[in-house]
């Protein structure tokens, strides 16, 4: 329980009694509960989405992203952030994790979280509440992906997430996915499993696509890191949004 306790205090903003110390053993146990605290920030923000009909579709999304970002903290974010400030500023190795250990953001960062806040918005919208209440859960099945197909290029926390990560975390957080997707599909009744298709495919695409980028990055660090991993969850949440709403359109 400690474990868990201490996953929801650092992975989301949500007031929890956390233990005052980050114990690396206590943080590698709690690898496992990411899951449901994909599950737990999910939830508000699909919620959020059932509202499009009064107050719009646009409007909504933006609500929902904003409650995300209030839940998360915005953790992740800002290692997308960093992590697009440091490559694309084509560096070398050393400068590359120089840039991404500077705690101020660049204008390629900016851009990134620019083109983010409008891409989630808009994909949101038109992708609707399911894909909404699924895409944290989507984007933390590929942090645990991409850390698990990947050594670590630093030391520290992210170097503990990717020692903690095993093979059963991702297949959990995959089968935790199916799982909620059928039943937030059959609740919904209009689309039913054409639909459980669609977020199923989208899943799979977008553990691709972010598996691929993050494989280049990797190449160029020698590994990971922990703005790297918090890169791919944002990533692969867009990109799952993107062909979730393609799969509703061709649905």
């Known amino acids: 329980m400690k474990s868990f306790v201490l996953m929801l205090a650092f992975f989301t903003r949500i007031p929890v009694r956390a233990p005052e110390t980050i ?24 919620a959020v989405m059932l509202l499009s009909g009064v107050m719009g579709a646009y409007l909504s999304a933006f609500a929902a992203l904003v409650i995300y970002l209030v839940l998360s903290g915005g953790l992740h974010v800002d290692g997308m952030a960093d992590t697009v400030d440091g490559f ?23 851009l990134a979280v620019c083109v983010y806040v ?4 808009i994909c949101m919208a038109q992708a609707g509440f399911v ?3 699924l895409f944290p859960l989507a984007g933390r099945t590929a942090g ?37 997707a059928a039943t937030l599909c059959l609740w919904n009744g209009t689309q039913g499993w ?26 160029k660090l020698e590994g990971i ?17 993107l062909f979730s709403s393609i799969a509703v359109i061709i649905v």
């Open 23 to 46: 114990d690396e053993d206590l943080y590698k146990k709690g690898i496992k509960f990411l899951f449901i605290i994909g599950i737990i920030v999910g939830l508000p923000v699909g």
């Open 88 to 110: 694309a500023a084509h560096r070398d190795r050393e400068g590359t994790l120089a840039i991404m250990k500077d705690s101020h953001i660049g204008t390629f960062g900016v």
């Open 194 to 219: 054409p639909s459980l298709a669609g977020l199923v495919v989208s899943l799979l695409a977008a553990l691709l696509v972010t598996v691929f980028v993050v494989r280049g990055f990797a190449r």
């Open 131 to 133: 894909a909404a209440a």
């Open 144 to 180: 645990l992906l991409c850390t698990r197909t990947n050594s670590s290029a630093t030391n520290g926390l992210g170097r503990w997430f990717v020692d903690g990560v095993k093979t059963a975390h991702v297949v959990f957080s995959g089968a935790a996915f199916a799982a909620i």
């Open 225 to 241: 890191t922990g703005d790297i991993i918090g890169f791919s969850m944002e990533f692969s949440q867009l990109v799952f949004l």
């Open 118 to 121: 409008a891409g989630m918005t």
